[in-house]
């Protein structure tokens, strides 16, 4: 969320960025929100007058009744009474116009990043750098439930009579596999310096519209009937909510979070046959890291947040690749976002297994999260957020990658201590 006082000051700014979003259809908002902006300070300036007025009227009725000019005292009772109807009345508009102020900076999109490139939607993300050689094996490389099937480790069937489309069992190796993968995660980046943290799974409404924008709660959210509550559908919902309404001390920071937690999505839409069996679900688990700091201090975290989703993914092995998202393809926050993809080399292609963010204060505005500095000056703390591993999509990527021509798996090094020594997984 952008600061009124910034939108007030730089419209033309605010428009030219919602064009290079590609999202026209918002400009007039944002002369709409000027106008009410001006609306509502002009009524506050005569609510603040009006009882000015009723302050200096009320000490002049007690001088009237003293002298016995009741006439006088009553007129001056009629105008109190009259300004304290006209003091409810702009109250009330007040309300209205700063509810309506709030709802429209919350769909105003936050301005990107001057490196950021101009694209209409993810077709038009731009490569950035390979790590790892990707390589496509002479063998056949089976899809990858066909895969998990070949270890009795995966039923869809089942899953689907229980709770419908896009859940899954997983089962005996490669269940045991999804958990190393995420127990591995965990450590490497407690290794970087994060502090680890299980937060809760279930976030208010007011933390659900701090993190994120409408389009994408709408798109995403399950909210538990009856109840102000939502499922996350990432943990960085709830980290950054874990500091709502603070003020942080300047010298405490930076916050450096890595955090475990089953995830809920809705996944509205079509979606292509490469995105069946675990690609694209309703429930996984994921390793998430969050980051709150110093705005100057957020480019230098944004790169390495992303550059630790690398260098996990290259310690299995599995070739990666980042990727700039285009202005059409950031969410309404964000600023700066990078994906990183791995290889697939049954499709030949890389696919999305992590995307990295920064959304500068936007969140911080939105929950309150300010940071005092030494010299007592307050400002609004920087969040970015990236994703560490989420299996069991990233199980793809694993299996595809270390799948050997006898139908084994090889487990890499760095697993094995997590996988009861295992160096590969047999076909049952």
Known sequence: MLDMKFVRENPEIVKEN?????????LPLVDEVLQLDQENRTIKQEVEAL?????KLSKQIGGHMAKGEIEQAEAIKAQIAADATRVDELSAREKEVEERIKTIMMTIPNIIDPSVPIGKDDSENVEVQKYGEPVVPDFEIPYHT???????????????????NGFYYLMGDIARLHSAVLSYARDFMIGRGFTYCVPPFMIRSNVVTGVMSFAEMDAMMYKIEGEDLYLIGTSEHSMIGKFIDTMNKEENLPYTLTSYSPCFRKEKGAHGIEERGVYRI?????????????????????DKL????????????????TLECCSGDLADLKVKSVDVEAWSPRQKKYFEVGSCSNLSDAQARRLNIRVVGPDGKKYFAHTLNNTVAAPPRMLIAFLENNLQADGSVRIPEVLRPYMGGQEKLEKK
């Open 18 to 26: 919602i064009r290079k979003k590609f999202q026209d259809q918002k």
């Open 51 to 55: 009882r000015a007025q009723r302050n």
């Open 146 to 164: 066909e895969i998990m099937e070949a270890f009795n480790g995966i039923d869809l069937d089942s899953a689907r009579k229980v709770a419908g």
């Open 282 to 302: 309703h429930q996984f688990e994921k390793q998430e890291m969050i980051v709150v700091c110093k705005p100057e201090e957020s480019p230098m975290w944004f």
């Open 306 to 321: 992303w550059q630790n989703t690398v260098d996990l993914f290259r310690s299995m092995d599995i070739p990666v690749r």
